[in-house]
């Protein structure tokens, strides 16, 4: 009687287990981790309002990063609208959640560091791993950080934001048109009519001169900014010669061999980031990977000259 009693209460227990999901026949998706996490309530109910509850369930390898219930509260204050606006905006709710996957699965160890990281959105941001902590960098240059890691799923993995990532929205010339130390290369720009080329699909990496940059060129060469700027020939040579035909965040600017630009010359850059010219003047990469919708921009403290 006492070994029927044990195999009656072992059958109950194995039976609560497949209950509770505690086997692994039916390991959860990456949507039902954000469902059964109260941190997540609110990208469940974006999953939801976006209809990609059955895309993100599906079979396969994804990375998911998970903004939590706090960073989407951040969002709607950076926003201005209220939750149920930002639900009901179906496209942008796409848009920003698939900006949140990636189509491989990617552990915290196998991050590209520093690397351009395309999503299931078709944008990209950036991560960054120092010591103990790992950064994103989205589309508009707004910065979040991954606060836990590798949650396995039976599609992929999640990495969990304190911040929702917002794919980019303005191209190279907006970009530079919103930084007031770029109002003189945003002129030149203009004048060499470079708008149209510089806001297209890309995309482009631009080494950006700073307004005195550009204050130190007119010394140099002993002009006006207007003259500069009135000389279209000369202007679209320098110019392009601060262009390259794609976009080359600063991990992957090759350091020592010969650069070639959209204008035809060349340039070379240290391992200190300065950059010799054509002419051999240095100029000093300042800050990098400014990301844009088509491309990236670095800035530098000189302007560069191609051959004369």
Wanted: include cysteine; aromatic fraction near 4%; charged fraction near 15%.
């Amino acid at each position: 009687m006492l070994d029927w009693f044990k195999r009656l209460a072992l059958l109950a227990s194995v039976g609560l287990l497949a209950a509770c999901g505690g086997g692994d026949d039916h390991p959860p998706t990456v949507v039902d981790i954000a469902r059964s996490d109260a941190r997540f309530s609110i990208l469940s109910e974006a999953v939801v309002a976006a209809d990609l509850g059955t895309t993100l369930s599906a079979p396969g390898s994804l990375t998911v990063f998970a903004p939590t219930n706090d960073a989407f509260a951040a969002l709607l204050t950076e926003l201005g609208v209220s939750k149920a606006q930002l639900l009901a905006d179906k496209a942008l709710l796409t848009a920003v959640l698939t900006y949140h996957v990636l189509p491989a699965k990617v552990e915290r160890a196998a991050i590209p560091a520093g690397k351009p990281i395309t999503t299931l959105q078709g944008g990209i941001f950036k991560i960054e791993v120092n010591g103990g902590t790992t950064r994103v960098t989205d589309g508009r240059n707004r910065v979040s950080t991954i606060t836990a890691t590798d949650i396995q799923a039976s599609n992929g993995v999640v990495h969990v934001l304190d911040r929702v990532l917002l794919p980019a929205d303005k191209t190279i010339v907006q970009t530079a048109s919103a930084l007031p130390d770029f109002s003189i290369l945003v002129e030149a720009v203009v004048a060499a009519d470079l708008v149209g080329t510089l806001s297209g699909t890309g995309p482009f990496t631009v080494f950006a001169p700073t307004n005195a940059a550009f204050a130190a060129l007119l010394t140099e060469l002993g002009i006006s900014k207007d003259a500069l700027l009135a000389d279209k020939a000369l202007l679209t040579k320098v110019l392009t010669y601060h262009v390259l035909p794609a976009r080359v965040l600063k991990s992957d600017v090759p350091v020592g061999p010969a650069i070639t630009t959209v204008q035809g010359n060349t340039f070379t850059v240290d391992a200190n980031l300065d950059i010799t010219d054509r002419n051999g003047r240095k100029a000093r990469i300042t800050a990098t990977d400014v990301l844009a919708s088509n491309g990236v921009i670095h800035v530098i403290d000189k302007v560069i000259l191609p051959t004369l």
